[in-house]
C-alpha cells in the first residue's frame, strides 16, 4: 500500500456495513444503532466495533463473519478487525422503541387494523393426529417458497415444536421484548425454551391465556406472511383465547380417516360458529400407508378427512375444503423427532409432495375479509 488514495474512506466502510443484516431481526446493523466505531488506517487496515444487543448474543460468530466479509470485499482493504462491545440499557430501550414504538404496554400486530400477516390455528379435536408434525412441514415447505412465517407453539402443555424444527435457541431478550429463535427458515416461540429439561407446565387458563398474549406481543415477529399457532387438541382455553387475541386467524383442522377422530374434530372445527372465524379447510393426516407393491393399507380406515370438511360447510354455510391427504410415512415421524422436517430432507416422498402442495394453497389463497376492519361508513338516508 503505497498511497491513500487507495483507502476507502469511513463513509464507505459504514456504507457497506448497510448491507450487514442483524440475523435475528433481519434488519441493517447500520438502522439498529450497532456500528459503534470505524477506523481506517493508511495501510489499508480496517477496525470495527459492533454494539451487541445483549452480552450473551447466541449469534456474535455470525455477526463477526458477515461484518468481516463486507468490509473485506471493498478495494484496498488489507485486513479486518472486529470489537465486540454491548449495548447499554438506553440504547436498548432506544432499539426497543425503534422496533416497536413508544408504546408502554405492546399490543400484538396481527390484531390490528390492516395487518397483512394471514394467521392459521392448526387444531385438532384429539391429540396424536400429527397436527404438531403438519404445522412444521407447513411452515418450513412455505419458508421454502420465500414467505417469512412464523410459529406459536401454543400447546402449553404438549409443547414440541422446537425439537421437531430443529432448534435448541433460547429467545434474545431486550428489555420487554424477545427476539425469537429461527430454524429452517421459520421463527418460533414456545413454552418449551423458557422451562428446564422436561419440565411439565401446571397451569390454569388465566396463565394459559396471558402466556399466548406475551408469546404474540412481546415477541418481534417483525413483517411475517403467515404466522401458524399450533393449538392444544380441543376446545378449551387457548382456543378462546386466541379467538379473543386475534379474532381474523383462521382454522386449520387436522384429522385422521378414522370415523372416531373425525367426530371430535368436527367439534374441533365447529368453535368457529361461536368464535365468527374462518374454517380455511381440512387436513387428513395418515390416510394410508402404501406398501412395497403399490396397494395401499387404511390403517386408520377411510373417508375421516371428507366427512369433516363435508360437516363444516353445512355448519357454517360455506365450502371447507379438504385441502389433502397425507399418506403415512416413517421418515415423516423420524425428520420430526431429529429435527429435519420431510418437505426439505425428502421433499419428493408422496407424503412431502402433499405437504408441500398444501403449504402452496394456503400461501397463495385470496384473502377474504372476514375479521378484518374496513375503512366504510354507514350511507345516509
Not at 420487554?176 to 407446565?201: D, H, Q, R, Y
Not at 367426530?263 to 368453535?271: M, N, P, Q
Request: aromatic residues 2%; contains cysteine; charged residues 20%.
Amino acid at each position: 500500500m503505497t498511497t491513500t488514495e487507495q483507502v476507502p474512506g469511513v463513509e464507505t466502510v459504514r456504507k457497506a456495513l448497510a448491507g450487514v443484516q442483524d440475523p435475528e431481526i433481519h434488519r441493517p446493523i447500520t438502522d439498529l444503532g450497532m456500528v459503534k466505531d470505524i477506523t481506517v488506517h493508511p495501510d489499508g487496515r480496517v477496525e470495527v466495533a459492533i454494539f451487541l444487543t445483549v452480552a450473551g448474543c447466541p449469534l456474535r460468530d455470525k455477526i463477526t463473519k458477515d461484518v468481516t466479509a463486507a468490509v473485506s470485499a471493498l478495494a484496498g482493504v488489507r485486513s479486518v478487525a472486529v470489537e465486540l462491545d454491548v449495548m447499554n440499557d438506553q440504547q436498548r430501550t432506544a432499539l426497543r422503541k425503534s422496533l416497536r414504538g413508544d408504546a408502554e404496554e405492546p399490543v400484538i400486530p396481527f390484531a390490528q387494523p390492516g395487518s397483512l400477516t394471514r394467521v392459521y390455528c392448526v387444531a385438532s379435536g384429539k391429540g396424536g393426529v400429527g397436527k404438531s408434525s403438519v404445522t412444521v412441514n407447513l411452515a418450513v415447505a412455505m419458508a421454502a417458497r420465500g414467505i417469512k412465517v412464523g410459529i406459536v407453539d401454543a400447546d402449553i402443555y404438549g409443547h414440541s415444536i422446537p425439537r421437531m424444527l430443529g432448534t435448541a435457541e433460547k429467545p434474545t431478550k431486550i428489555e420487554k421484548m424477545l427476539l425469537p429463535p429461527e430454524a429452517n427458515g421459520v421463527k418460533v416461540i414456545s413454552i418449551g425454551m423458557f422451562t428446564p429439561g422436561n419440565t411439565p407446565v401446571v397451569w390454569r387458563g388465566p396463565m394459559l391465556h396471558r402466556a399466548l398474549q406475551q408469546f404474540l406481543a412481546d415477541v418481534f415477529w417483525g413483517d411475517l406472511d403467515v404466522l401458524l399457532l399450533d393449538l392444544p387438541p380441543g376446545t378449551g382455553d387457548i382456543a378462546i383465547s386466541v379467538a379473543q387475541l386475534i379474532p381474523n386467524a383462521e382454522i386449520l383442522v387436522v384429522t385422521t380417516p378414522q370415523q372416531a377422530a373425525a367426530e371430535v374434530a368436527e367439534r374441533a372445527g365447529a368453535i368457529a360458529l361461536q368464535t365468527r372465524q374462518r374454517v380455511a379447510g381440512v387436513i387428513e393426516n395418515m390416510s394410508w400407508l402404501e406398501l412395497a407393491d403399490g396397494t395401499r393399507m387404511d390403517i386408520f380406515g377411510s373417508g375421516g378427512g371428507q366427512a369433516v370438511a363435508d360437516s363444516l360447510s353445512r355448519a357454517v354455510g360455506s365450502a371447507v375444503p379438504l385441502l389433502g391427504q397425507v399418506p403415512l410415512d416413517p421418515h415423516l415421524r423420524e425428520g420430526g423427532d431429529a429435527g429435519d422436517p420431510l418437505v426439505i430432507s425428502q421433499p419428493e416422498a408422496p407424503a412431502a409432495k402433499v405437504l408441500i402442495d398444501i403449504a402452496t394453497k394456503l400461501s397463495v389463497r385470496a384473502r377474504g375479509l372476514s375479521g378484518r376492519m374496513l375503512s366504510v361508513s354507514p350511507a345516509g338516508r
